[in-house]
Structures are given as C-alpha cells and as structure tokens.
C-alpha cells in the first residue's frame, strides 16, 4: 500500500503560480497529477516516471506547468505558472504501482483556486 499526500494547493490570482507536492510513502512506478472542476469529469494533467523522467503532459498545460520528480525523497511537484480561472480545481496526486498497472494509489487532493 502507498499513501500519498500532497500539499501546495490554495488561492492565486489569475496570472500567478503555485507549486504543488506530493510526497510518497514508497517506490512506485510512476506518478502522475489529474484534476476536477466541480461539475466536471476527472482529467490527466501530467505525468512522470520515477526511472528516467520521461514527463508527460495534457496539450492545455504545455508551456506553463511542469513536472518533476525528487527521488532522495519520493516526491513529486507540479510547478505551474501563468495559472488561469479555468485551472481552478481539485488536484489529485495519482501512482502506479507498476509499468503493467493503471494508476492504482491516490491522493486526498489539493484545492486550486484561480481568480480572475
């Protein structure tokens, strides 16, 4: 079992950044970042894998978040800049346990709320 739990959520105008964490209790295989506006299906943001990077991003976050990974401390961050209101959501750390696994570990989530 891996928890995770993430932080660095809160409220930021539009224009500004935030960064958020993830750390996690064990070795997975990769992790990646979802998010969900109220009303609004669950959606990819990012991803990376723990090995050799190989970060992954949804086409509306390229350019203005990235992601990394702190393997000495099995963390994970979302830096993300030039935030807008339609960033505004609740943002869920996600891992796989494996390469031949779906994201299967999940975090609470962090509110990220943008203002205009």
């Known amino acids: 079992q891996v928890q995770l739990v993430e932080s660095g959520g809160g409220l930021v105008q539009a224009g500004g950044s935030l960064r958020l964490s993830c750390a996690a209790s064990?070795?997975?295989?990769?992790m990646g970042w979802f998010r969900q506006a109220p009303g609004k299906e669950r959606e990819f943001v990012a991803s990376?894998?723990?090995?050799?990077?190989?970060?992954n991003y949804v086409d509306f976050v390229k350019g203005r978040f990235t992601i990394s990974s702190d393997n000495a401390k099995n963390t994970v961050y979302l830096q993300m800049n030039s935030l807008k209101p339609e960033d505004t959501a609740v943002y869920y750390c996600?891992?796989?346990?494996?390469?031949?696994?779906?994201?299967?570990?999940w975090g609470q989530g962090t509110q990220v709320t943008v203002s205009s």
């Open positions: 064990g070795r997975t295989f990769a």
């Open positions: 996600a891992a796989r346990s494996a390469v031949w696994r779906n994201y299967d570990f």
């Open positions: 990376i894998n723990w090995s050799g990077g190989n970060p």
